[in-house]
């Protein structure tokens, strides 16, 4: 869609909100997102997202960095054998003395979905996704089973946790 000046972007953004706060129903969401093109320019940049549910008096979700909000360690991953677990990757290099991953995402991936073997955590990317501020880590471990550095990855998780 081309607009002629920020008026007409404002106005086009707004019916649109209004349809979508008005839509209710059995839709689980809408996700709308701005992208600015300037005139003539070969570059694209995405300017903003906002995610709306069914539910209208849900607070808007932002996404904050672990520095800005350190995560408290979600109980499944606070306990006597899961701090041990903790240790040893801290010693091997896969995480920051807040427990943030300092390794791709498809081994932090790997490294999760082993913890949570070995800890019994039977909802293993919910509590990591939380706790590392990320999201589709599913994703990531099945992309990362497809990697041939991921199976030497496996080896030394395995040497690591044991």
Do not use: C
């Amino acid at each position: 869609m081309n607009f002629n000046n920020d008026e007409d972007i404002l106005a086009s953004i707004n019916r649109l909100l209004e349809r979508l706060h008005q839509a209710g129903g059995e839709n689980f969401g809408s996700h709308l997102q701005f992208v600015f093109v300037a005139s003539g320019a070969q570059y694209v940049n995405q300017i903003g997202t906002q995610i709306f549910g069914t539910d209208k008096s849900q607070e808007p979700k932002t996404e904050s960095s672990p520095t800005e909000n350190p995560s408290k360690i979600p109980e499944p991953l606070a306990t006597e054998e899961a701090m041990a677990l903790w240790e040893k990757a801290k010693r091997a290099g896969f995480v920051d003395e807040n427990l943030q991953p300092k390794i791709s995402r498809t081994k932090a991936a790997m490294m999760a979905y082993i913890m949570a073997t070995k800890l019994g955590i039977r909802n293993k990317w919910k509590v990591f996704e939380t706790f590392w501020h990320r999201q589709n880590m599913y994703q990531d471990y099945y992309d990362a089973l497809n990697q041939q550095q991921s199976i030497e990855f496996g080896d030394i998780l395995k040497s690591t946790f044991g």
